[in-house]
């Protein structure tokens, strides 16, 4: 057991994995951040917000179309690399902020856009995540929330969980596309449209990018052994355990 509190888990796990995420290419690239600059480009925001940066796609993506970009998370590990990435590619309108998702120092309605991709199921608490993000977004302004779904069934979406928790112990929940309505609209958001699709998870690189022990690595493999043929399918488990992912892309106002 450690006396860590989670969001000290998520910085201890993140901090070493930096410069992994900014050259990851399931992070660098995918259909997700075209859509997140093809909406930067329509709203040519004066300030976006890009929550829980990781790498820092988001924020590169949103750049070029917006008068400045804040790129916020928890991990200043994270921050580091996003500034040295942004400095490489030459964009100079992203400035890093370090703080949780659940008390942004932000003024209310003080962005023009925002979006948070791949974070919320770290997140400790949820629902003030959320309702921060509704509170610095200006009414009516745009958000983009891209996350890994579970499915509706409990065995894969416990099977999910599990696997997701012993690859890296930050994991908080992949919520099912239910969940994430309740909580949008309990947050104030109306959800405009949903796109989803699949991410095949390479699993050497998938656990390699989170320094996962062997001794996990070999927990999550036998899970996938014993997975039930429902859960198998679903999740499309290759021999070398590599899996496919469901992952949602919401639009809301
Ligand atoms: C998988 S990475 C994000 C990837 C990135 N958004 C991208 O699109 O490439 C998840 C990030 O969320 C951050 N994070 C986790 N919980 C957070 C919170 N409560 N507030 C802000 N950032 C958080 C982590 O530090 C980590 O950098």
Do not use: K
């Not at 040519?44 to 917006?66: I, K």
């Not at 100079?92 to 791949?118: Q, V």
């Not at 891209?146 to 894969?156: C, F, L, N, Q, R």
């Not at 012993?166 to 919520?175: A, E, I, N, Q, V």
């Amino acid at each position: 057991m450690t006396n860590l509190d989670q969001n000290s888990v998520i910085r201890q796990q993140f901090g070493p994995a930096a410069a992994d995420y900014v050259t990851s290419a399931v992070h660098a690239t995918g259909s997700d951040l075209a859509r997140i600059a093809e909406i930067a480009a329509e709203f040519a925001p004066a300030h976006a917000l890009d929550l829980g940066a990781g790498g820092g796609h988001v924020s590169y993506a949103m750049a070029p179309h917006a008068r400045r970009v804040t790129a916020c998370d928890l991990s200043e590990a994270m921050l580091a690399g996003v500034v040295a990435e942004s400095t490489r590619r030459g964009l100079t309108n992203i400035a890093p902020l370090a703080a949780a998702a659940g008390a942004l120092p932000l003024e209310d309605a003080s962005c023009d856009m925002l979006a948070c991709r791949f974070s919320v199921h770290h997140w400790r608490d949820p629902a003030a995540g959320l309702a921060q993000a509704r509170r610095v977004l200006r009414p009516g302004a745009p958000a983009v929330f891209v996350d890994v779904i579970a499915p509706p069934e409990p065995a894969a979406d416990t099977h999910l969980q599990a696997v997701e928790v012993l690859r890296d112990p930050s994991h908080g929940r992949d919520f099912t596309m239910r969940e994430w309505h309740a909580m949008l609209d309990a947050a104030g958001f109306a959800v405009t449209a949903t796109r989803s699709s699949r991410l095949r998870m390479d699993f050497a690189e998938w656990t390699a990018r989170m320094r996962t022990p062997s001794v996990q690595c070999a927990a999550i493999r036998a899970l996938q052994a014993l997975a039930g043929a429902e859960v198998a399918r679903h999740f499309a488990i290759e021999a070398d355990g590599s899996f496919m992912i469901d992952v949602i892309l919401i639009e809301a106002r």
